[in-house]
């Protein structure tokens, strides 16, 4: 706008100014604006002078005026063209102005202003041309540098470098003048400047490298001096690599032509060491030098040079090894003759090194052997020289030496004992003063604690008591503060409950003290040992006196009143209970029952005299001997007394003798209604009340009010506890699982629990109050619990229904645990319809995934759950509506994919979740690598598998499944194919998984020890189930049978209980874990002696073999000698030990009477071992003492005890003077007893059977020897005289007749029972074991049939039930018999009609037997007329007579296919037996199953010769050792629902262990069970 025309700016001016008059628009060069409005105004002024030269002020003098020049002046000066000359035009006009404009300030400064600017302008104008220049002078050079780029041609051939820098450096020196303003453009040019220098330096650079790499010469120095300077400018490094390349090429090259002229020089050289072999070593160097010579010259192999140097290398090193080999032997030989010496160690080894090399180089065979006599004599002697110093070290008790000693002995290989022996020796000496400081140090002060540490960790280091006498009364001292401690708190709390048990203890304790004492003194053991223990020793007796009397006065009353509670039965202890309680009196027993007893004791004698008086009368009246006999009789009179008077009234007055055995059974049955013991509330209400019946009804009996009112007021007593029991009963059931129940319901049985303790409080009997109301009251603490306890667990259940988001994890949890807490199914349905469509809603897709990612187990138990729950029946259900699974799986079947195994939870085999104690009830497999063919090697990887389990149906619904397998100890005792607690797990399914899936590796094949998968389920979800195997390698599953589970014959069950209250307290001990020492306390755990009996071992084979027709006799006196005069327990013990189902051999059963008294030729015909192992058993009942005899008393307990015994000799299970029983068993007794000792030995016994009891065979009918013949001959099929097992079965398959003249089915089938029954039947005639049955002994079983089959089967024998029946009977007898006892209880019988609806069918009962629907009272009397005995159980016998007798009403249900026949225990064949027994330790939490806290089992067993008197366990780790232990090691407790350990047991007298069960710590409080299962009969006995 300036240049512009005044117009225009005015113009210009208005719209800047029209635009900018709002106040809020602010320009942004407000200075523009000011300098226009000025120019404006000069225009409007001066254009029309400018425009025609004139104006109103005077020109200047030169003729132009000063308002031109001024205004020419201003406006050159702003032309924004800024020219230079212009203004110079414009200075010059202003000099022909007037002299007032020119000398004027104004003018003046306008002046210095116009040069000024026109000075600025023409710098500018220069700077603007020296940039231009510049900038293209760079342009110029940058399009060469491209050219050079695109043609990639650089000039190497030229001498010049590729760029000309010097124009554009010239401008660079001009741009310098004009300062900041060129200093962007000078920065860039510099940039180019510098970088082309670069550029040209490097092309330069590269010449070099070019000119020194073709230099023939192959100066490596000015070659690397090149790359060095081309480097360091930053030459490419390819250029620079390759230049480098080259030096090192050449370097080797030069090298090797070095190389190839020294290994021509040494190989010259060394060829003549070669061919004048010396030395050894001679020519080393030269070796040496032709092997560098070979590494660096670089020729080929094949070179001849470097074979000619090879094989003079060769041939050197042989001949230089061998000179070497030969003088070491030599020199190695020299040292060893000299035999082993300690300063030369080495000797041998070095010998047998040198032995080594030179057999490998083809020495002299006699040199050689001759080094190897003399390494033999250095390592005699060597083992020679180390047992000597062992034993010299040890006896010196040198540290140094005998650490020495250890070392050359382990070298020398001696013995294992002998070594560790000296290692142990050892470290006792290097602990022997520590641990004396760490013994003298506790002493001192009476902390219990501290000194049990201590000793503690003396025996940790192997110190014996025997070796350390500091060792030895620390540990008394231990056992008297620990006794002194307890005495004092009974004495405070006057608590003496078990008091005389521990009393005994102490003054075991006492005594050691006693003799050890005086010892301490020589032994030279520290005063404090001398004196802490004399003061420990008096603090002791001080209280001792003190005690005796509390446990004194405690056996007195303890004896007192288990008398004075049944005088009538208990009289004749009277005289010795009175002594003990006048003993006692001053002491502080209360001397009312001392009185009482006196007076009981007097009344005794009184009518004892009397009725002696008038039985020995010649004439007695009825009514006074019958006075007498009365209270003869309730005063516990002499049995034999009367039986006299009995007899008497019986020839003389027998009318009135009945009503007086009729007034004495009520009024003894009166007396013994509080015998809570003998007889349940039931049998003792049934006994008054039948009593009383009879005795209403008898005619000529008057009984008097008192006695009938004693009749009411004892039968309201004993309603009330039967009614109390009932409950207790019931309330049991509900908290074990027997009866399922919701909370409403366990409410209702704590209030009927609750009223029945509130009748009983107010009727019933003391002894009844004190025994049953405690334990009701429990139980009503324990149901409240257990009902808040079940609804919770319903509440979490139909939350979990209830809730959305609930996923089938967390379905599974509440499921499993509801059922494992007994609510009851129906409860619980709407969870189960919720968990199936879960189940369901995936399946199709994740059986297709499963399928595409190659899990075959996983897609074959998706494939079995559709089918299972039926998913075709739903919209997602079409890939199983044909049931094809090939469409899915591209035509591969399941059998495939994966091996499937089926089965089922059902009865016993249904064991619950795994946690619990009866998971290893439920079945179980085998898993093991398939055994390669002969000649091929397995496989070294590992083996993966992966098990699936599905459902076979709607239930089970919460499966699981897990690989487990037993620990060691157990596979040690040869547990096999036995799951026992403890076991490792070697993988489990998860909650989470979509179907359960247990993936593990299977561990290195061992027979011992094999891997488990055990499928479980939540108890009660019976049902059958679907497992699917997938391995990387081929495996073999197998299912264990029941076999191995039935493999206990004998049980032994205890109850323990670790409380903070006597007598408990004492128990307490605490833990033990590893294999390190125990504190002092774990000793007083219990402990549990547990052997087999004495058996007599069978006779050596001394070359002469029996007579095959007449079993060998004894021939010998000593042979014949009395048990008791060689004084060892009776072999009879030994077919004691053989249970049930135990058959001993023959040898066996012969070597059981050898060393008896021999049987005279005329006492009966010989036996078979059947029948001995059944004498055995029945002997061994009897011999309660073990010594080998049975006296009266033992016999009539064993009658007591069991109803066997009791029918074998013939006689009833109560003995009673009343009813002629007394009589019975004296006549059976004196019978046995031969030489009238009042005992009955073995040989009298068997002597007794033969002749009274066994059965003659009878004669044999020609025409049943033809028929016999017949049907062997039809059975001999291969007609060598012999049946076989094969045979049999055939034989019964084609002919019916002959299948049932052996009482055999026609068809076997695998798990129908058939199976069974024929093998023990062909075990029943084959006698010798042989696997085949002679026509002698097909003769002879039938001849002797009737025998086996009456003592066998018992009412079997004689039955008219046909064997087929009896097997369909013995299916469900063996249902309800989950005890496998022989016998089924009512609590069985419950839960087989709840298990299976076979039985409640088969019985006519409900499958829940309730008491609100009566299914409780038919229940009970039905049990009441199965039950003939009235001992509440019902026994084979008793359940085969009672269908007979009802076999009308009672139809056998029709066998199905999904339930094998199962014969009942006592006629199933018995399990193989062990060679080894077998025991299992077994520890479960007691009633209600809750783990009150972490328990262990410990099986110990004393080393020889350490077993203390009492058979304790001797407490030191050095004189015993862990057979085994639950849990892992380490790990031993366990808050588990079973902890178990199992060792086998040997028949030797130091082959006994001890179990010891424990607790983890000594505060903890706990109750459990024990059982002590064994394959043979065991002997226990508690002794801590």
């Keep these: 706008l300036v240049e512009s025309e005044p117009q225009g700016l005015e113009v210009a001016l208005q719209a800047v100014l029209a635009t900018t008059g709002d106040e809020h628009s602010p320009l942004r060069h407000p200075s523009i604006l000011q300098d226009a409005e000025r120019r404006s105004h000069v225009f409007r002024r001066c254009g029309p002078a400018l425009e025609d030269g004139s104006g109103s002020r005077p020109a200047s003098r030169g003729g132009v005026q000063d308002d031109t020049v001024l205004l020419g002046m201003r406006k050159a000066m702003g032309d924004i063209a800024a020219d230079p000359e212009q203004l110079l035009v414009a200075i010059k006009l202003f000099s022909q102005a007037s002299h007032a404009v020119r000398t004027s300030q104004v003018g003046g400064k306008l002046l210095a202003r116009a040069q000024n600017l026109e000075a600025l302008w023409r710098w500018q104008q220069d700077c603007a041309s020296t940039r231009a220049d510049m900038l293209e002078s760079v342009e110029a050079i940058l399009r060469h540098e491209a050219e050079l780029c695109a043609s990639r041609q650089q000039q190497t051939t030229s001498e010049d470098p590729p760029h000309d820098l010097e124009p554009l450096l010239k401008l660079l020196e001009r741009a310098t003048s004009f300062g900041d303003e060129m200093e962007f453009e000078r920065a860039e040019a510099g940039e180019v400047v510098n970088r082309l220098n670069l550029e040209n330096d490097r092309f330069l650079a590269r010449r070099e490298i070019d000119l020194a790499a073709k230099d023939p010469r192959e100066n490596e120095d000015a070659l690397t001096a090149a790359l060095d300077a ?20 050449w370097r080797i090259q030069h090298a090797k032509n070095a190389q190839h002229d020294e290994l021509f020089t040494s190989v010259a050289e060394l060829r003549l060491h070669v061919a004048n072999r010396g030395e050894i070593g001679a020519g080393a160097d030269e070796q040496r030098r032709v092997r560098r010579a070979i590494a660096g010259s670089g020729l080929p192999k094949d070179d001849p040079l470097v074979k000619d140097a090879v094989a003079l290398l060769k041939r050197w090193e042989g ?14 030989v020299r040292r060893a003759e000299k035999g082993y010496s300690p300063d030369e160690q080495s000797a041998g080894d070095l010998l047998g090194s040198a032995i080594a090399e030179v057999s490998q180089q083809g020495v002299d065979a006699q040199q050689l052997d001759n080094a190897r006599n003399a390494l033999a004599f250095w390592q005699a002697s060597r083992l020679r020289r180390a047992r000597i110093d062992l034993a010299t070290a040890m006896e010196y008790r040198d540290q140094d030496f005998l650490k020495d000693a250890v070392g050359v002995a382990r070298a020398a290989g001696v013995e294992k ?31 219990l604690d501290s000194l ?14 025997d070796e350390n006498p500091m060792l030895r009364a620390g540990s008394l001292m231990a056992h008297m503060r620990f006794w002194t401690t307890e005495f004092q708190k009974v004495a405070e709390t006057r608590d003496s409950t078990g008091l005389q048990f521990d009393v005994d203890k102490a003054n075991v304790v006492l005594r050691k003290v006693e003799d050890v004492l005086p010892t301490l003194h020589a032994t030279g053991v520290p005063e404090v040992a001398f004196r802490t223990c004399e003061r420990d020793m008096k603090s002791l007796r001080l209280l001792m ?9 405690r056996v007195a009353e303890d004896a007192l009143n288990r008398v004075l509670g049944a005088v009538e039965r208990y009289a004749a202890d009277l005289p010795e209970v009175i002594m003990k309680g006048d003993k006692a009196a001053p002491k502080g027993l209360d001397k009312d029952l001392v009185r009482q007893a006196k007076e009981h004791l007097k009344a005794y004698d009184s009518t004892v005299k009397d009725l002696t008086k008038l039985v020995e009368a010649e004439v007695v009246a009825g009514a006074e001997i019958k006075s007498a006999l009365i209270k003869a009789r309730l005063a516990g009179a002499p049995e034999e007394l009367i039986k006299r008077a009995s007899d008497r009234m019986d020839n003389e007055f027998p009318d009135l003798w009945q009503c007086t055995r009729v007034e004495i059974e009520l009024l003894v049955a009166l007396r013994e209604a509080d015998d809570i013991a003998e007889l349940n509330a039931a049998g003792r209400f049934m006994r008054v009340q039948n009593a009383a019946d009879e005795a209403k009804g008898m005619r000529g009996l008057e009984l008097s009010n008192d006695v009938l009112a004693e009749v009411d007021e004892i039968s309201l007593a004993l309603a009330a506890e039967r009614t109390l029991a009932v409950e207790i009963t019931q309330a049991e059931g509900m908290l074990d699982g027997t009866f399922e129940a919701d909370a409403d319901k366990l409410n209702e049985i704590v209030d009927k629990l609750k009223r029945a303790c509130t009748g009983c409080d107010a009727s019933a009997q003391e002894e009844a109050k004190n025994t049953l109301l405690p334990k009701a009251e429990v139980l009503v603490e324990k149901l409240e619990q257990e009902a808040n306890s ?6 979490h259940v139909r939350n979990a229904v209830q809730a959305r988001g609930t996923t089938k994890s967390e379905l599974r949890a509440v499921l499993i645990a509801a059922r494992q807490g007994f609510v009851p199914e129906s409860l619980l349905l709407d969870a189960y319809a919720k968990l199936r469509k879960k189940k369901i809603e995936f399946l199709p897709g994740n059986l297709k995934n499963a399928l595409a990612q190659g899990q075959n187990a996983v897609a074959v138990g998706l494939w079995q759950r559709g089918l299972a729950l039926k998913i075709a029946e739903e919209r997602n259900g079409a890939d199983w509506k044909d049931g094809v699974f090939e469409k899915l799986s591209n035509n591969r079947r399941l059998d495939d994919l994966a091996i499937m195994k089926m089965g089922e939870f059902s009865g016993e085999r249904s064991g619950g979740a795994f946690g619990t104690a009866t998971w290893r009830q439920n079945p179980y497999y085998i898993v093991r690598k398939r055994p390669m063919g002969k000649g091929l090697a397995s ?11 599905a459902e076979g149906g709607q239930y089970p619904a919460t499966l699981s499944v897990h690989a487990v397998r037993n620990n060691e100890h157990a596979a040690a005792a040869g547990c096999g194919s036995v799951l026992v607690p403890g076991f490792e797990v070697l993988g489990s399914s998860q909650l989470e998984d979509e179907i359960p899936t247990c993936a593990f590796q299977l561990p290195e094949p061992d027979p011992e020890r094999p891997v488990f998968v055990v499928p479980s389920a939540a108890h009660g979800e019976h049902g059958p189930f679907v497992l699917a195997f997938e391995a990387s390698d081929e495996i073999e599953v197998e299912e264990v049978s029941d076999a191995p589970r039935t493999l206990w014959q004998c049980e032994k069950t205890v109850d323990l209980q670790w409380k903070q209250e006597r007598p408990f307290f004492v128990q307490m001990g605490g833990g033990r874990t590893g294999q390190s020492a125990p504190r002092m306390s774990w000793y007083r755990n219990p402990q549990f002696h547990v052997k087999l009996p004495w058996r007599k071992q069978a006779p050596k084979d001394d070359g002469v073999k029996p007579s095959p027709d007449k079993p060998s006799q004894p021939s010998s006196p000593q042979a014949s000698a009395s048990p008791r005069a060689a004084g060892v327990a009776s072999p009879v013990a030994a077919a004691a030990a053989a249970s049930s189902s135990f058959v001993p051999s023959s040898e066996t059963a012969l070597a059981l009477c050898e060393g008896q008294r021999a049987a005279p030729q005329d006492s009966g015909p010989e036996l078979t071992e059947k029948e001995l192992a059944q004498l055995g058993r029945i002997f061994g009942s009897c011999d309660a003492k073990g010594d080998g005899s049975i006296d009266k008393r033992e016999l009539i307990k064993a009658v007591m005890r069991d109803a066997d015994t009791a029918k074998f000799f013939g006689l009833p299970r109560k003995i009673r003077q009343e009813d002629g029983s007394r009589d019975k068993m004296e006549e059976r007794f004196q019978a046995m007893d031969a030489d009238g000792d009042r005992e009955v030995s073995w040989e009298e016994f068997v002597t007794f059977y033969k002749l009274h009891i066994k059965p003659k065979p009878p004669e044999m009918d020609p025409e049943v020897l033809t028929q016999l013949g017949t049907i062997f001959g039809e059975c001999d099929c291969q007609g060598n005289g012999s049946i076989d097992k094969k045979e049999l079965i055939r034989a019964c398959l084609r002919n019916p007749d002959t299948a049932r003249f052996f009482g055999l089915p026609m068809q076997v089938k695998k798990g129908d029972g058939s199976r069974e029954l024929i093998e023990r039947k062909f075990q029943a005639m084959d006698k010798d074991g042989d696997r085949e049955v002679t026509w002698d002994e097909f003769v002879a079983f039938f001849q002797t049939s009737c025998f086996d089959n009456t003592q066998a089967d018992g009412a079997a024998a004689t039955s008219k039930v046909g064997l087929e029946q009896q097997a369909r009977l013995g299916r469900i007898f063996s249902m309800c018999d989950s005890g496998s006892d022989g016998v089924i209880t009512k609590r069985e019988l419950i839960k087989a009609c709840r298990k299976h609806s076979q039985v409640s069918r088969f019985f006519g009962l409900a499958p829940k037997i309730a008491v609100e629907d009566g299914s409780r009272d038919h229940m009970e009397d039905l049990f009441g007329k199965l039950d003939a005995d009235g001992d509440r159980n019902i026994s084979w016998d008793e359940f085969l007579m009672f269908y007979e007798a009802n076999c009308a009403e009672i139809p056998i249900p029709e066998e199905e296919e999904d339930m094998p026949i199962v014969v009942a225990k006592k006629t199933s064949a018995p399990p193989p037996a062990r060679e080894i027994p077998l025991l299992f330790a077994r520890l479960v939490p007691v009633a209600d199953g809750n783990v009150q806290a972490p328990a262990a089992v410990h099986i110990i067993r004393n080393r020889p010769g350490a077993a203390l008197p009492g058979e304790c366990i001797v407490q030191n780790p050095g004189h015993h050792d862990i057979v085994s232990h639950s849990g892992l090691p380490g790990k031993e407790y366990a808050m588990a629902s079973e902890a178990g350990a199992v060792c086998t047991l040997s028949p030797d007298p130091e082959g006994a262990v001890v179990v010891i069960p424990s607790l983890e710590t000594q505060t903890s409080e706990a109750r459990y069970t024990l059982h002590l299962l064994c394959t043979e009969e065991i002997i226990v006995k508690r002794i801590g």
């Design 452 to 465: 049990e540490a201590a000793v503690q960790r003396a025996h940790h280091f192997d110190f014996l008591e």
């Design 545 to 553: 006196p003190k005690i005796r009397d509390l446990a004194e006065v």
């Design 790 to 795: 079940r609804a919770d667990l319903l509440r």
């Design 417 to 447: 004992t002998l070594l560790e022996d000296a290692v142990r020796f050892l470290r006792k000496l290097q602990m022997e003063d520590e641990i004396n400081k760490l013994l003298e140090g506790v002493m001192e002060a009476r902390a």
């Design 230 to 249: 081309g480097e360091a400018i930053g030459l490419e490094e390819h250029v620079i690599e390759a230049g480098r390349q080259l030096v090192r090429d």
């Design 319 to 332: 001949d230089n090894l061998a000179l070497r080999s030969e003088a070491r032997l030599q020199n190695a």
């Design 939 to 949: 496989p070294m990887r590992a083996t993966k598998v992966t098990v699936v389990v």
